[in-house]
């Protein structure tokens, strides 16, 4: 497949022409030098498809029930096929510019004629119809969507200079060159160290560690220290933080009600998952459909409450069966964004109106969800005070004995046994194509089926979830490992090779570096689906390890860092911060696993929030005591109809459904809560009082307090802006003890014997560092 990207953004910065990124084209406002950007060869699913998607494909794609004229022009034979209104005629004629009569619509200015329509408020630029006309005049040829392709190694591209480390630089650079465009310098130690462990473990790298990178540094000190973080019991963590947005989990129902649910084990099991690394084919399968592999462990069932960490309600008086298929197209859906990375949901009530996925596609992939006998919670009263059986059957039952052997990664604490929600094929049913997605408007039977355009169901394949799990993982499948090695990219770079994570689909962007994004997934494949390989082989690239320093040649010719001649620099998600900011304060609780805690919540949210009258458990927010304030946040409660507050601010979701994106906002809401959260202030406090306890005296609180929290030592500049601060809030607190008392009294955590003025004024000193928007960002 011969892929291409234009080159008009640097044309475009050179020769100061007015550009806007349009579906993986440039869209020139100054049509004097459109023609300079035109390729030499014009790609189908690069250069024209994202044109035909965008203006096209809602009255001439794949949705038949809004196609017009009988003209489908997602599909070669359609569009090379005589006119179905209009016999003699041919939309397109390969070579043939006079006769293909799509483009002369394209050119027209009759309001009767011309494509698009005038009412649909669409129109292509010119520089879009010389595509089309140079796409024609090389015999229009086709080619399936690309990500439907399976991947394949090519060869590394050649390049003129020798800069880099593994065969992604080789890649990178390859484009870069292609830009006139150069790499940044490799970071410095500090910041490589900071970066690797904030990727790997969510959490700030531990002194020791820092001490270890700045001894004289090669690439077998990289390799060493992003094997040591690897191997920490944080790593786990880190990775499941990122698959419950997935994996949309949730301590709670969600829907009106939204009572608690015990799902908490199948977390545990996720941490226990990412540590042991299993490869992401078991990874999958396991939660697909462990409960169907031949004679399946209490782990294996156990991970499949993947499929059950959808809403469930509750409620009495609604009809089960309209929920029961809302929890099956749920699973459906998750399977699309979150594994496939399509938009499968589209294809509910009408064949999807831009990708080859058909209404009876959908349902066919419904059918291998179909088959559990599962209805919303009814709790008696007896279970309603037992918050360990809080599942809504199918369930296994887990109990403090097995907690001590084969289940051993279950942080069970005091309970002796827990119900789990799981997957349990044992309601046989026949699936439907609903009318318009509708659970009461059954029309055509179908059976388990997976949409051809994508990859045919190999006919040795059970047709049940296991078979799909196998379907899936199959090593010549174009979507599973693109999909995962592309969201790994954006973990660590901001974004992916693809910068729509959840949608490799027609409206979908086009990746920037094709040839890497396949590399990396039939690499990824060819050892064995290793997750931990495919990180340590991305950190090791001298593209992972540059500054991310924006040089003035690149904020001109590539700002949004679409080529990677730096490293991304972008904020935390909430969850990092807050963890971020109790690791440096001394603070943070590192036990793994066990029941949801609820750490400190502004007072009345969850009462405000409740349907009314008495809801159960989540009725009231009680909050924790102890070292259950300063767990991970990972392990906060996550309750639908009201997440974590503090989490919600940056942009965390309601894990209501699947995501895989989050969005970054930047809003004043934010700067309040590093200003003034509760949890805040007392890591800044404790921070302080442990300094000034170790060392009444000491001469270097501010040096030490920044270097704890940013992991470095501060600039001259910066050393004396935070010391003339310290010290003016250090006079200001002598004058008033009051205000120092009451000011480092904030939180829970024990108070120790020390200077009240001294602590209050290192306190107001950490809690700037902490405000920082380099604390707050990973760069």
Known sequence: MNYKITTALVLAAIIGGLYAYKGGLFEFENEEYTSLSLPETVDYNFHIKPILS????????????????????????????????????????????????????????????????????????????????????????????????????????????????????????????????????????????????????????????????????????????????????????????????????????????????????????????????????????????????????????????????????????????????????????????????????????????????????????????????????????????????????????????????????????????????????????????????????????????????????????????????????????????RVFVNRIWAMLFGKGLVETVEDFGVQGSLPTHPELLDWLAVDFMEHGWDIKYLLKKIMLSATYQQKSELRPDLKLSDPENIWWARAPRFRMSGEMIRDYILATSGLLNQEIGGPSVKPYQPPGLWEETNAGGNRGVLTNYIQDEGADLYRRSLYTFWKRTLPPPNMTIFDAPTRDFSEVRRQKTNTPLQALVLQNDVQILEAARVLAQNLVYEDPNGKEYVTDVFRRILVRSPKAQELAALTNYYQDALKGYRERQAEAEKLIAAGEYPRLETDAAKTAALMLTAQVIYNLDETITKE
């Not at 462990?297 to 499949?304: D, G, R, V, Y």
């Not at 069970?412 to 194509?433: E, G, L, R, W």
């Open 54 to 481: 965008d203006n096209c494909y809602t009255c001439h794609g794949p949705d038949a029930n809004k196609r017009k004229a009988g003209l489908r022009l997602d599909v070669q034979e359609s569009t090379l096929s005589e006119l179905p209104e209009s016999p003699g005629h041919f939309a397109i004629v390969p070579k043939n510019l006079r006769e293909s009569k799509v483009y002369q619509a394209i050119l027209s200015e009759d309001p009767t004629t011309q494509m698009p329509p005038a009412d649909s408020k669409l129109s292509l630029s010119a520089y879009e119809k010389k595509l089309i006309k140079k796409w024609i005049e090389q015999g229009a040829p086709f080619e399936k969507h690309w990500a439907y392709i399976p991947p394949e190694k090519t060869s590394l591209p050649q390049t003129k200079s020798t800069w880099g480390n593994n065969e992604i630089d080789a890649f990178v650079l390859k484009k870069l060159e292609e830009h006139n465009l150069v790499p940044s310098d490799r970071a410095s130690n500090e910041t490589l160290i900071r970066r690797i462990s904030l990727d790997l473990t969510g959490l700030p790298p531990a002194p020791e560690s820092v001490a270890q990178l700045l001894a004289p540094a090669s690439q077998d000190t990289i390799a060493h220290i992003i094997d040591t973080f690897l191997a920490s019991p944080a790593y786990g963590e880190r990775m499941t933080q990122s698959w419950l947005d997935v994996a949309r989990y949730a301590d709670s129902h969600g829907y009106q009600d939204d009572s608690y649910r015990t799902m908490w084990p199948w977390r545990d099991w996720v941490i226990h998952a990412f540590n042991e690394n299993l490869p992401y084919d078991i990874f999958l399968t396991w939660q697909l459909a462990g409960d169907l592999l031949p004679n399946p462990t209490k782990e294996q069932i156990l991970a499949t409450g993947f499929n059950r960490n959808h809403p469930i309600t509750q409620e009495g008086g609604v009809i089960q069966e309209e929920y029961r298929v809302n929890y099956v197209l749920d699973r459906t859906n998750t399977l699309g964004k979150g594994i496939l990375g399509l938009t499968l949901e589209c294809a509910r009530c009408h064949d999807h109106k831009y990708d080859a996925i058909s209404q009876k596609d959908y349902f066919e992939m419904f059918a291998f969800f179909n088959q559990v006998d599962e209805k919303g919670l009814q709790m008696d009263a007896v279970q309603a005070k037992n918050q360990a059986f809080f599942a809504d059957p199918p369930f296994i039952q887990i109990s403090a004995a097995e907690t001590n052997g084969v289940l051993s990664f279950i942080n069970m604490k005091d309970t002796p046994k827990i119900n789990v929600m799981v997957m349990n094929d044992s309601a046989p049913k026949t699936t439907y194509i609903l009318n318009r997605g509708e659970y009461d408007q059954p029309t055509d039977s179908v059976l388990p089926n997976t949409p051809k355009s994508i990859f045919a169901f190999p006919d040795n394949l059970p047709k049940n979830r296991l078979g799909l799990a196998e379907w899936l993982t199959d090593q010549k499948h174009p979507l599973t490992a």
